[in-house]
């Protein structure tokens, strides 16, 4: 069973650049696929981005497209989400999982597993 930990969330200026990290533990994440999600305060999870295990398909949710960038780093059994260009409307709590489900709907959160518990990403105006 693989464990996932986010890090490196916290309080951000406006304007300003995040990279979140997601490590893995138990075993090796390479020949997964991945995905990050975020949680806003009183609204639904929602997708953010998902990458297969080779880094040769990348998905981003329409409305993240250009600020946001996913990337994987085998040898360091962790992947990453970078946030640049922080608006308020980020504020959410950020989470990775590991997608379980061959195939399908990457945006959906129902073919993913092993969440981790989530780093919370505030962003101040």
């Known amino acids: 069973q693989v464990q996932l930990v986010e890090s490196w969330g916290g309080t951000v200026q406006a304007g300003g650049t995040r990279r979140l990290s997601c490590a893995a533990s138990?075993?090796?994440?390479?020949?997964?696929?991945m995905g990050w999600f975020r949680r806003a305060p009183a609204k639904e999870r929602e997708f953010v981005a998902a990458i297969t295990w080779d880094a040769g398909t990348i998905y981003y949710a329409d409305s993240m497209k250009g600020r946001f960038t996913i990337s994987r780093d085998h040898a360091k059994n962790t992947k990453y989400l970078q946030i640049d260009s922080l608006k308020p409307e980020d504020t959410a709590v950020y989470y990775c999982?590991?997608?379980?489900?061959?195939?399908?709907?990457?945006?959906?959160?129902?073919?993913?597993?092993?969440w981790g518990q989530g780093t919370q990403v505030t962003v101040s105006s």
């Open positions: 999982a590991v997608r379980v489900q061959s195939g399908g709907n990457y945006y959906s959160p129902s073919g993913y597993g092993s």
């Open positions: 138990g075993r090796t994440i390479s020949r997964y696929d």
